[in-house]
């Protein structure tokens, strides 16, 4: 007789716990949907760099301390450098970029 019980107690809870289980389940895939990554600049090069694109291209604010410029410079350019497979186009702006936001540039553009 007790065995009986204790088999009735482990059915029901099993059945709760896989109530619980499937509910869980519908409410994770209902949640929106985030990115997984940060987002980024979509657009394309402009003709002549402004202070806004080169910030876009670094990932730091218009108005940002020097040492802040160069350790994004640092770590964009580690991802993109020629020598590890990256483009030179993009290592080009990129160290444009750097120095437009410097105050280094006079408008020249890039090499390419």
């Known amino acids: 007789?007790?065995?009986?019980?204790?088999?009735?107690a482990a059915v029901a809870a099993a059945a709760y716990a896989g109530k619980y289980g499937i509910e869980a389940w519908q409410a994770f895939k209902l949640?929106?949907?985030?990115?997984?990554?940060?987002k980024f600049y979509e657009g394309g090069f402009q003709s002549?760099?402004?202070r806004r694109e080169a910030a876009l291209i670094l990932g730091v604010r218009e108005s940002v301390a020097a040492e802040k410029v160069k350790e994004a410079h640092?770590?964009?350019?580690v991802a993109n450098h020629p020598d590890?497979?990256?483009s030179h186009y993009l290592a080009s702006k990129?160290?444009?970029?750097?120095d437009m936001m410097l105050g280094k540039t006079k408008s020249s553009g890039s090499a390419f």
Do not use: C, L
């Not at 007789?1 to 009735?8: K, L, N, R, T």
């Not at 990129?94 to 750097?98: C, Q």
């Open 1 to 8: 007789m007790v065995a009986a019980i204790i088999a009735g």
């Open 31 to 38: 949640r929106p949907v985030r990115p997984r990554m940060r």
């Open 48 to 50: 002549a760099m402004t």
């Open 74 to 77: 640092r770590r964009v350019m």
């Open 84 to 86: 590890a497979g990256g």
């Open 94 to 98: 990129i160290n444009e970029a750097k």
